[in-house]
């Protein structure tokens, strides 16, 4: 079952500027799934679309099935939506807020009540419940909207840059939460602009460009396409130059961290052999985390991979 | 027309109940200052001068404007709840919470609507209560009163509704109320019977819409207008029909709302 599918989407604003062109995008149901892209790449336009904010120019676009012009009624119970920007009545408690929202999707007050206490309570806001939400900080304030999204239990979640702005605490935090809810069999679509945070959570992953998709696969199989692989190496003792070895680049981080970039079809051991010749010893090393973000600069500027 | 009714009128009584309790939230600002006004005019108009203008049509002065006055009230109230609400809903981005739900155009606009038409009643109550201390209530036919007092509370909100729907800024709330509703009213006869003015602007005054509310009210009241009921009763459903009309159809296109 799809739980999104878009077919030739295109907006033209009235200022005449293509934010989309001809977009065709497909998500499975329960999947993990990363939209990124530039700024301006035309990403919280899909959103907008899909969730009735933006009117499209031309296309369609079916929520589990539903188109959102035919059955846009239907279409919308499948959605919850994060958006990018804080978009709740700053003057309303909390509490209101969540049960407010499941209200505007026809769900009677005593079930909005305990699901807002069961949401609330897993996103660490029931204590604030009773507090106008101007009095909340910028993590709560997202983690709030979260909740919001959640409230009518929606098959779909779309979340767009969930944890900009967000420290690295909260931003962990709101992985393992997104993480379970998907495992639970919640679709979730993020877009984000952290790579790692894609290459973390996300199972398949489409890449806009100037309102064109110019990947839609697997983070597994994207990455594959990296013809070199970076591997970052703690030294035992600190180093003046980087050494030269054939078929490697080496950059020197500080003198106790080596970055070495080399073929993948290059055996590791070989890599050590050299490293050894040249008197280094190795205490630790791990894979470049952001493999991903080479990959997205390198597609979003058309090099070849 | 797919959600079941149970589910929008769940919708419905969510958006009314939320914009009640914002004008009871904030009622220094939104119930108080016309009653504090009307109190004024009472005391200026109608019982220091009053007695000085004599008898209009028949009745003590102050007797024959508490009707405009009380209708002066409805309007300005139910256009300015609509009007603020909804242009800050839009102005916060909170109405998105609305556009995403699965709520039809039509159950936001009638949300909006009856918390403007709440508002206007609830003042326009107020407004008969303190007119108590002044004048006896009179009320000629109670049917009409209300008939009256509802349409026109539901076609000033609808009016705030299409106002705040191209408002872009504040300011553009505040022009239609200043330059558009007040000089309507005033010159809709609530402190006079049109046969005092000259022919020409009687003429014009029949094509000032509050001009048929006020006087539809007036006879309510105290049995007595300076037009028919039934004309004025067709010309504000009329114009109740085509405001909602504008309405849904803006909504359905998402202008001021959506990109």
Redesign the interface.
């Known amino acids: 079952m799809k739980a999104l599918k878009i077919q030739n989407l295109q907006k033209t604003y009235a200022s005449g500027f293509v934010a989309l062109k001809n977009v065709q995008l497909e998500v499975e149901e329960g999947d993990f799934f990363a939209l990124l892209g530039p700024n301006g790449a035309g990403k919280t336009t899909i959103i907008g679309i899909i969730t009735s904010l933006v009117n499209k120019t031309a296309g369609d676009v079916s929520v589990y099935g539903h188109s959102i012009d035919l059955e846009s009624e239907i279409a919308k119970t499948y959605i919850g939506v994060v958006p990018q920007e804080f978009n709740f009545s700053v003057f309303e408690k909390v509490i209101d807020i969540v049960v407010n929202q499941a209200g505007f999707y026809g769900i009677p007050q005593p079930i909005a009540l305990e699901r807002a206490e069961h949401y609330l309570s897993q996103l660490g806001l029931w204590d604030k419940r009773y507090q106008s939400a101007r009095m909340l900080s910028g993590g709560m304030k997202r983690r709030l909207m979260i909740a919001r999204a959640l409230v009518h239990e929606p098959k779909m979640l779309i979340l767009d840059e969930p944890t900009a702005g967000v420290d690295i605490e909260l931003r962990r935090s709101m992985w393992a939460f997104l993480r379970e809810i998907n495992q639970q069999g919640k679709t979730i679509i993020l877009t984000t602009h952290y790579l790692e945070e894609a290459e973390y959570l996300c199972r398949k992953v489409a890449i806009i460009d100037k309102g064109t998709i110019i990947e839609n696969t697997t983070i597994k199989e994207l990455l594959s396409r990296l013809q070199t692989e970076t591997f970052i190496f703690d030294l035992k003792r600190p180093l003046a130059e980087p050494p030269v070895i054939q078929g490697c680049e080496i950059t020197s981080i500080d003198e106790m961290t080596l970055e070495i970039i080399f073929e993948k079809s290059r055996d590791l051991n070989t890599v050590f052999q050299d490293l050894s010749k040249h008197h280094i010893e190795v205490l630790s090393m791990r894979n470049k985390t952001n493999r991903l973000e080479e990959l997205f600069v390198r597609l979003t500027h058309h090099e070849s991979l | 027309?797919?959600?079941?009714l149970?589910?929008?009128w769940?919708?419905l009584?969510?958006?009314v109940r939320?914009e009640i309790s914002r004008f009871f939230r904030i009622w220094t600002q939104t119930l108080l200052p016309p009653v504090i006004s009307m109190t004024l005019y009472f005391i200026i108009f109608g019982h220091l001068m009053g007695g000085r203008i004599g008898d209009l049509k028949g009745f003590r002065y102050i007797d024959y404007i508490v009707p405009g006055l009380i209708m002066m009230s409805i309007i300005t109230s139910s256009y300015g709840n609509v009007v603020a609400s909804f242009f800050?809903?839009k102005f916060?981005?909170?109405i998105?919470?609305?556009?995403?739900?699965?709520?039809?155009n039509y159950i936001i606009l009638w949300g909006f609507v009856l918390g403007g038409v709440a508002r206007g009643v609830t003042v326009g109550v107020l407004v008969t209560v303190v007119s108590l201390f002044f004048t006896k209530l009179q009320l000629h036919h109670v049917g009409v009163v209300m008939i009256v007092g509802l349409l026109t509370a539901l076609l000033f909100s609808l009016a705030g509704f299409i106002n705040a729907i191209f408002a872009k800024k504040f300011d553009d709330i505040n022009i239609v109320p200043t330059f558009v509703l007040t000089p309507l009213t005033y010159l809709g006869g609530v402190f006079y019977s049109i046969d005092l003015l000259p022919n020409i602007w009687q003429n014009i005054t029949y094509i000032n819409p509050v001009f048929y509310m006020i006087n539809a009210f007036r006879f309510g009241m105290l049995g007595r207008s300076d037009i028919g009921t039934h004309i004025a009763l067709w010309v504000i459903f009329g114009c109740v029909i085509t405001l909602y009309g504008i309405s849904l159809w803006l909504l359905k296109k998402?202008v001021g709302i959506?990109?």
Do not use: D, H, W, Y
């Open positions: 027309m797919t959600m079941r149970k589910e929008n769940i919708g009584e969510t958006i939320k800050g809903a916060q981005r909170n998105e919470e609305m556009l995403v739900s699965p709520m039809p998402g959506k990109s």
